[in-house]
Structure formats: structure tokens, C-alpha cells
């Protein structure tokens, strides 16, 4: 038999084999046989994008699914409870999870602890709803609450309340007219006025100012919206006020730049009298203090249809500084910044006011009387017996306390401050002065101690060239009153001349120099017109012991 022939195959070299043998200790695997190499080799499978994020949605879906399913169930576990639903509220009170009677309670109480909000954008003010003549019926509005998402609103109406929130409109009690009358109350806070244009003082110089818009609460249109729907605007617990804008009278002060400059270049001065104790105060604001104090009003008068003025402000803030008394003495601001606003207005710098008196208390001391008290005090004793109508004055006791008066009633018109007369009843003479310099010098004859001259501090009155006194049948040439011996009293104690009586007889022409009149200050016939003719009304007179 013949055998096939068979592939040759070389022997293995004794190198390749050791060399294999090496690669086998050292890990390295053998080369591959070119039929291995053929074979196709196996990719692991791998995740798509799309795989990805289709599995990603699908989760999110569930999610939500869930938390729709759980949403769901608490609004049900909440309407079988008769709950009112979450994010349900009123008069901005959150009422979510509650029953109708602790909603009720809740509105209730929120109502009249917390009040009601005036609003005007990011202003507001807290007022009692009742002071409006508003009121809450908190079971109405409980009641409405709890209906929504029930018969109002529905399941969509109730996932809204539940997302977002509902505001209910609240059940009011509105008194349309209280609101109305609180409201004028309140423009007092409410209203911003506008402010003109002025002019400050930059650098040592005056500068224009801008002028700004102002704010005025319109009542009315307020008024309106309330009548039309005032639970609407009540429903968040505030009342939005209707306010108009208020345009300043003058927008452009410059103008006026160089006139204030001019009266810029000194400080303002103040000088206040005390008439009834003849002193003077002064007070200075520099340059720099008063200049703030600056603004323009219009002046049809001006050519340039602009005067410059002062705010009310500034200048009632320094005469407050200024003049702080330790005493019963005191400014009347009011008055006194307008007689600083005139003194700008005819170009000064400087003006007069006056300083006034308070009323003052007393205790009686041992062996007092009201004619004694009246002495000392300078006051005639019928304004210390009206200041306290309901004491008996005839029965004073030790330690009683007396109101007196002002002494300021005595000095009704407005003082001369250059001129003063002095009447001593001890020395039975007068003294007028002028500028602190004495011009008149005379021997006077002041009351009988049964009807005496009353001591105080006075004032020139009246002037009548030959006054009548029909109580004593009296005629009283160059006649000037000084005081009334009460108030509310005709009858008037002043400077005379001799008297007639019948037609030409002097009476007391003898008599100068001693106690003789029934009140009055008797002076000779010369002296008497000269006093009528210096002693215009407003000079003080000040009758001393």
C-alpha cells in the first residue's frame, strides 16, 4: 500500500522553543495561529443617548405621576374632612387645612390684632379697620373659603389654590362715609407736598435747587373703589389709596441765584424781647445753616414772578434750639417764622420776635390774701380770681395751689421795644425812656390806697384827647389807658391831665406827688400831652411798688 504524501514540516529550532518559553514565564502570551487570527472578534453591548434619556424621562414621568397621584389623594383626604384647601387664604391670612369655625376664630383675631394697611406703593401705615368704619364678618368669609374648590373653582381651581395660592374676597361691613372723614385725618401723614425749586449754598455759593413732585391722597376716587368693590381692595388686608400727583408752583429758582447770594454773604439774626421783663435774646444762624432754609414762591409782584422765602422747617427747627427756656417763657413758632419770612421778603437779614409767658402755679402762704397775692405777683387780683373759677378766693388755705395767668394778657398789641415808662408808686414818679435814655422826669400822683394803681407790667392802649369817666363824672384830658382793672372789663385805669368836672374846674391841681386818683396815673395838663404825643400804643408800662 502507498501512503498519501503528507505536508513537510520543518523541525522546531531549539531558540524558538526556549524563546517561548521565556514569553511564558514573563506573562506574555503566545502569537496567535493565523486561523485565530481570522476569527471575528465579539464587541461587549453598549447603552445609546437615546436609551438613556428615554429611560430618564420615563422616571421623571413617574415622579411626577406620583406626586400627582399624592397631591391628589391629600386633596381628597382634605375635602372628605371639610378642610378648607392649602394656599387658600384671606384679608392676607393664610386659612389652608382649617375647618370653617377656626378659620372664623383665625379671621377674627387677625383682624383685630393686625389691623388694616393704608397703602401707597411702598409706603404704608397700620390703622384700626374700625376707626374706617370697617368691619369683617369672619364666618362669610370662612365660609367662602371653605367652598373653594368645591362648588367655586373646581378640581382646577383647587390644584390652583394648592400651586399658587387664592385670595378670597373678604364679607365687609363698610361705613363709607367714617372712611371719608378718617382719610382727611390722615392727609396729615398720608400727603407729601410738593417742593419748589430753592436755592442752597455750595462751596460759599448759592446754587439753584431742583424743585420735586408731591403727593395728595384723592379721597374721593379712594372712596369709589371701595363703594364699587371694597372686599376686592380689602382682600390682601390693605387699602390702596388713590393719590394725585402735585407739580411744584416754580421749577426754576436761578433766577433768584443772585439776590440770594447777596443776602447770603451775612447770618440771620434774631433778636427776641421780653416785654415784661425788658430783656433781650439774640440768636445768630451763619450763612451755611440758613441757606438750607432757602426756597422760591411765586410773586406776581416780581419781575421775575419768583421771591425768595423760607421753608417753615428750617427756621421753627433753630428758634426750638435756640430758644429753650428753663422757665414759663416761651416762643410762638408759628408767628415767629413768619415774621422771619417777612424780614426776607423785604430784603433783611435780621428781624424782631417777641418771647411770651406761660401760665404759672402759686402756693398760698400764711396771711395770704388774693389782693396781697396780687401784689407781689404783679397781676390785678380779678384775672387771678378768673384763672380759678372754682376756688373760693375770700377763704384761701396754707399751701393751696393758684393758677396765674399770663402776664402776657396785660400786654395785648404788639410791644415798641425802644421805648418804656416807669410809674414808682412809693416815690409818686415817672420816668419814660427811650433807647435806654431817659426823656421825661416827673412827679406824678398814682391811685388812693382804697383803689391804688395795680402793680404789674402794662401797655399804652388807647388815646383819647379828653376821655369821659361817667362813674365819677369826670372829664381826663390827653387820656391814654393802660390796663383794665379786670377782664372783660370797659373800664380802663390810665394817664391823664387834671380832671374837669361841671365845666372847667381842675380837680388835684394840688396834689402832684400824693396818692389821689381812683387808679389812674395823674400827670400836669403839659406833661400829660407830651407823654400823649411820645407814647404811641404798644409803649409798656411798668407800674412798681
Given at each position: ?46 447603552m445609546r443617548p437615546k436609551t438613556l434619556l428615554m429611560l430618564g424621562a420615563g422616571l421623571s ?13 391629600g386633596v381628597g383626604l382634605l375635602y372628605a374632612a371639610d378642610r378648607i384647601l392649602p394656599g ?7 386659612l389652608g387645612s382649617l375647618d370653617e369655625a377656626e378659620a372664623a376664630d383665625k379671621l377674627a ?437
Open positions: 500500500m502507498q501512503r498519501s504524501p503528507q505536508p513537510y514540516t520543518p523541525p522546531r529550532s531549539p531558540k524558538r522553543r526556549q524563546s517561548r518559553r521565556k514569553n511564558a514565564r514573563r506573562g506574555v502570551p503566545p502569537p496567535a495561529s493565523p486561523q485565530a487570527a481570522r476569527q471575528p472578534r465579539r464587541k461587549k453591548p453598549r414621568l413617574l415622579l411626577v405621576g406620583l406626586c400627582v397621584v399624592s397631591l391628589l389623594a387658600v387664604s384671606s384679608v392676607g391670612v393664610s383675631a387677625a383682624w383685630v390684632d393686625s389691623g388694616l394697611l393704608l397703602r401707597d406703593g411702598d409706603r404704608s401705615w397700620e390703622v384700626n379697620p374700625a376707626d374706617l368704619g370697617i368691619g369683617l364678618d369672619a364666618a362669610t368669609t370662612a365660609a367662602a373659603a371653605s367652598e373653594w374648590g368645591r362648588s367655586e373653582g373646581g378640581i382646577p381651581g383647587a390644584l390652583r389654590a394648592i400651586l399658587s395660592g387664592v385670595e378670597i374676597d373678604p364679607a365687609l361691613t363698610v361705613d363709607l362715609n367714617q372712611i371719608a372723614v378718617f382719610l382727611e385725618s390722615a392727609r396729615s401723614y398720608v400727603d407729601v407736598p410738593a417742593g419748589n425749586a430753592g436755592v442752597e449754598l455750595v462751596n460759599g455759593q448759592a446754587v439753584a435747587t431742583p424743585a420735586s413732585e408731591g403727593r395728595a391722597l384723592n379721597i374721593s376716587a379712594t372712596i369709589e373703589l371701595m363703594r364699587i368693590d371694597a372686599a376686592g381692595e380689602l382682600a390682601d388686608g390693605a387699602l390702596n389709596l388713590v393719590m394725585d400727583v402735585v407739580y411744584p408752583a416754580v421749577t426754576d429758582s436761578s433766577p433768584l441765584v443772585a439776590q440770594a447770594n447777596a443776602l447770603l454773604s451775612s447770618p440771620f439774626n434774631v433778636d427776641a424781647y421780653d416785654p415784661i421783663r425788658d430783656e433781650w435774646l439774640h440768636w445768630t444762624a451763619p450763612p451755611e445753616m440758613w441757606a438750607a432754609w432757602l426756597t422760591a414762591a411765586p410773586d406776581p409782584g416780581s419781575p421775575t414772578g419768583l421771591a425768595l422765602t423760607m421753608n417753615t422747617a428750617g427756621p421753627s427747627a433753630f428758634l426750638q434750639a435756640s430758644g429753650s427756656f428753663a422757665d414759663e417763657r416761651t416762643l410762638r413758632l408759628d408767628d415767629a417764622v413768619v415774621t422771619m419770612q417777612d424780614a426776607l421778603a423785604r430784603g433783611q437779614t435780621s428781624t424782631v420776635i417777641r418771647v411770651w409767658h406761660n401760665t404759672t402755679t402759686y402756693a398760698v402762704r400764711p396771711g395770704q390774701t388774693l389782693a396781697s397775692i396780687a401784689e407781689e405777683v404783679g397781676i390785678p387780683y380779678p384775672y387771678i380770681q378768673a384763672e380759678n373759677p372754682g376756688v373760693n378766693t375770700d377763704a384761701l388755705s396754707v399751701g393751696q395751689t393758684l393758677t396765674l395767668p399770663s402776664k402776657d394778657v396785660l400786654v395785648p398789641l404788639e410791644p415798641v421795644p425802644h421805648k418804656r415808662i416807669i410809674v414808682s408808686r412809693s416815690q409818686q414818679h415817672l420816668w419814660a425812656y427811650e433807647s435806654g435814655q431817659v426823656v421825661f422826669d416827673w412827679v406824678i400822683s398814682t391811685g388812693l390806697p382804697s383803689s391804688p394803681t395795680a402793680l404789674g407790667t402794662f401797655q399804652v392802649q388807647t388815646h383819647e384827647l379828653n376821655a369821659y369817666a361817667d362813674q365819677w363824672n369826670l372829664y381826663m384830658p390827653h387820656f391814654m389807658g393802660f390796663y383794665h382793672p379786670g377782664p372783660n372789663m370797659d373800664l380802663m385805669n390810665g394817664f391823664h391831665g387834671f380832671p374837669t368836672r361841671g365845666g372847667g374846674y381842675l380837680l388835684w391841681s394840688g396834689d402832684l406827688g400824693h396818692p389821689v386818683t381812683y387808679g389812674c396815673v395823674l400827670l400836669s395838663l403839659e406833661n400829660a400831652e407830651a407823654l400823649y404825643n411820645w407814647a404811641e400804643d404798644g409803649v409798656v408800662v411798668e407800674v412798681r411798688g
